[in-house]
């Protein structure tokens, strides 16, 4: 219940204190603009670099990550021999 009566006399106090200093507002407002505008911009375009920069590093990486058809050939050589010796040791157990 404070807050919202506190919020109401800020309201009220905000519209008096607007309504008067009119014209150092604007001014205010005016010169406030500009500073807003180019702070977002440099940190809008240091997050855009920085997205860029990643996407970079990520493309590298899956191009010299990329396994040679020799290993993998290799790979499915071992992955049969390893079948076999399984099927061998199922055989063995019954």
């Known amino acids: 219940m404070k807050t919202l ?3 109401a006399i800020a309201v009220v106090l905000g ?3 607007i309504s008067i200093w009119w014209k150092p507002f604007l001014q205010l407002l005016a010169g406030a603009i500009p500073i807003m505008l ?3 911009g440099g ?3 240091y997050l855009g670099f920085d997205e860029v920069k990643d996407s970079w590093q990520k493309e590298d990486t899956t191009i010299s990550n990329a396994p040679d058809v020799e290993d993998v050939d290799k790979y499915k ?3 049969d021999d ?3 010796e ?3 040791l199922k055989t063995k157990e019954t």
């Open 5 to 7: 009566i506190g919020g």
């Open 15 to 17: 519209i008096i204190g």
């Open 38 to 40: 180019l702070l977002g």
């Open 43 to 45: 940190l809008a375009l």
């Open 77 to 79: 050589q071992e992955i």
């Open 82 to 84: 390893l079948k076999k």
């Open 86 to 88: 399984i099927d061998t």
